[in-house]
């Protein structure tokens, strides 16, 4: 039996804006991971149980629009085999939470495959392969969910066309920092948020473009901000960001909930990550308030409160 598994990721600045060509910054999520275990089986054919779904997906009925079954084909083919086989997945992540949950299984599922066969993938190969299954989740995505994974770096995204000229660069975070990801327990998929930006967009584009370039800059701060330990600057620039975001029409009133509780009780600031309208806010925060804070968060609504040090492990 093989296995391979893969972290979650949050995305800290430049969520939407990063689907149009904007840089986004994005941190691994080390404590949260998706397992997928690879054995051979007697019987013919590839089966994947998904235990979280409480779903078994047969390789040779399924749709093919299924991502599990997708990424398992995609994979066998890159590596230029095939074989009787039974994948399991499982995953600490929520589904449509802001996590990378998809990706983070197709992900997983690429690695066991991989170390079943006793092959090497680079991550460059194994981002481009969990893309496509993402496109699977919403018709475009930046690209930044499989990239943060796959490397398991802080990164710096862009996104240009063709995907493989894409913008990857990890950057610096001097000093670790603290967040508190509260979780709204609204599973808000991401590709509902992107069409509505997108919407939005192209009824409206110079109004748009203007919040995509006010995020940009925000990203550009935050990147600066964090390469000299300033840390003390990222709550206002949290905060900045979720306006922009907010005006895109992706927040929610559960989200803005919790963003005012985390900052009345004492957060530096805050902003939804990912799709929005539900899944994470994510909040910076002194680890001596972490107690007060996620207390606050708990009593507000949340349904889990997460608190992480981002940096260290980068
Ligand atoms: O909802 P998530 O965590 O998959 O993040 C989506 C991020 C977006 O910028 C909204 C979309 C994208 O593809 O980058």
Redesign the pocket.
């Known amino acids: 039996m093989t296995r391979g598994s893969a972290c979650g ?3 800290l600045f ?6 149009y060509g904007r840089p ?1 910054l994005a941190a691994p999520l080390m404590q949260l991971r998706a397992r997928a275990l690879v054995e051979s089986r007697a019987a013919p054919g590839i089966v994947v149980h998904a235990r979280d779904l409480a779903r078994t997906v047969v390789l040779r009925d399924a749709p093919v629009d299924d991502a599990l079954a997708r990424i398992t084909q995609l994979t066998l083919e890159k590596l230029g085999v095939n074989a009787n086989l039974e994948i399991v997945v499982e995953s600490d992540l929520p589904l ?8 983070a299984i197709s992900t997983a599922i690429v690695r066991a495959l991989a170390a079943h066969f006793g092959k090497t993938l680079s991550p460059a190969e194994i981002s481009a392969l969990v893309f496509e299954t ?1 496109k699977l ?2 018709g ?6 499989n990239t943060v994974l796959a490397y398991e770096q802080a990164i710096r ?1 862009v ?1 240009r066309a063709p995907p493989d000229e894409n913008e990857i660069t990890p950057f610096v975070i001097a000093r670790p920092f603290t967040l508190a990801i509260a979780n709204t327990g609204i599973a ?3 590709k509902i ?2 069409g509505d ?1 997108r919407c939005g967009w192209e009824q409206n584009g110079a109004l748009f473009e203007e919040l995509f370039d006010a995020v940009a800059a925000i990203v550009e701060q935050a990147q600066a901000a964090l390469a000299r330990g300033e840390n003390e600057r990222l709550g206002e620039l949290m905060t900045r960001n979720q306006r922009a975001l907010e005006s895109m029409g ?1 927040s929610s009133r559960e989200i803005k909930m919790l963003l005012d509780a985390g900052l009345r009780a004492g957060a530096g600031g805050g902003k939804l ?4 309208r539900g ?2 806010v994510i909040f910076h925060i002194e680890p001596r308030d972490a107690e007060k804070i996620k207390q606050a968060l708990l009593d507000a609504g949340a349904v889990s409160v997460m608190v992480t040090e981002v940096g260290r492990e980068t």
Not at 96 to 103: E, Q, W
Request: no cysteine.
């Open positions: 990721k949050i995305i430049g969520e939407h804006a990063v689907v986004a449509a939470s802001g996590f990378g949950s998809g990706a993402e989740f919403h475009t995505p930046s690209g930044i969910d995204f996104r808000a998929p991401t948020t992107v930006v992706v990550s990912g799709g929005g899944g994470n």
